[in-house]
């Protein structure tokens, strides 16, 4: 009961932060959240830890968190690190999946051509990177790219939310990459993985300048 309760609670944050109704440097009180979300304090903390572990929040000075600035260069040092790892899985991917594994891929891909819903598209999505993390075969690649996919979780998923055309060029991405995993070809898989997250960072960087004109910094403790 305590872990979907922290389940619902680091959604709704999310959501809340990335819509820009919590600012940087808001503090994110543990009684007032129970109060809100009708749960005791063990739940909220969980969800807090979470998001701080997403990025998304951290402590200050009295252990009480906040919602974190990201800055510009914090955004794209964690796409860049986040490009680096999942094209490596990628170009591995395209040697040791089965051919199975590669039809499958390809089934996702045709379901997210069918999607026009932000929120389906964005689980279609998460399909489609666990399939080649788990095509690549490579354990401690993965654990890497999970702690990072956790912390651009939220930008991720605002790139469909927020920007129309980030769907469809997801979808064109998504195909070439599948495409080229299918001809077994390592090198361009490597480099269209990149190029897909790019195009992901570049939305998100839009969004949070958007975020830094919409909303005052506020002082924390």
């Known amino acids: 009961m305590i872990i979907r309760a922290a389940d619902c609670i680091f959604e709704s944050l999310i959501e809340t932060i990335m819509a820009g109704q919590l600012a940087p440097g808001e503090p994110l009180v543990e ?11 063990t739940p909220v903390r969980e969800a807090l830890h979470r998001l701080a572990q997403a ?20 955004l794209a040092e964690l796409f860049e690190a986040t490009g680096e790892i999942e094209s490596a899985l990628a170009a591995l991917a ?14 996702i891909v045709e379901s997210g051509d069918a999607c026009d819903d ?10 489609f ?6 095509g690549a075969r490579n354990m401690t690649l993965a654990a890497t790219l999970d702690e990072l996919s956790m912390r651009t979780f939220a930008w991720r998923t605002a790139n469909f ?4 055309r980030r769907l469809a060029s997801s979808r064109s991405e998504h195909r070439q990459i599948a495409d080229a995993i299918l001809d077994l070809d390592v090198d361009l898989t490597r480099r269209l993985v990149c190029s897909h997250v790019a195009s992901s960072y570049l939305v998100s960087s839009d969004i949070l300048t958007r975020r830094k004109t919409e909303l005052p910094v506020q002082p924390h403790a």
């Open 161 to 164: 939310r927020e920007d129309s």
């Open 118 to 127: 932000p929120t389906t598209y964005s689980d279609i999505n998460r399909q």
């Open 129 to 134: 990177h666990e399939a080649i993390k788990l």
């Open 94 to 107: 395209a040697k040791r999946m089965s051919e199975i594994e590669r039809r499958q891929l390809m089934a």
């Open 55 to 74: 990025g998304l929040a951290e402590r200050g000075t009295r252990r009480a968190y906040f919602v974190r600035e990201m800055t510009p260069e914090d």
């Open 31 to 41: 009684h007032s959240l129970a109060e809100k979300f009708g749960v005791s304090r």
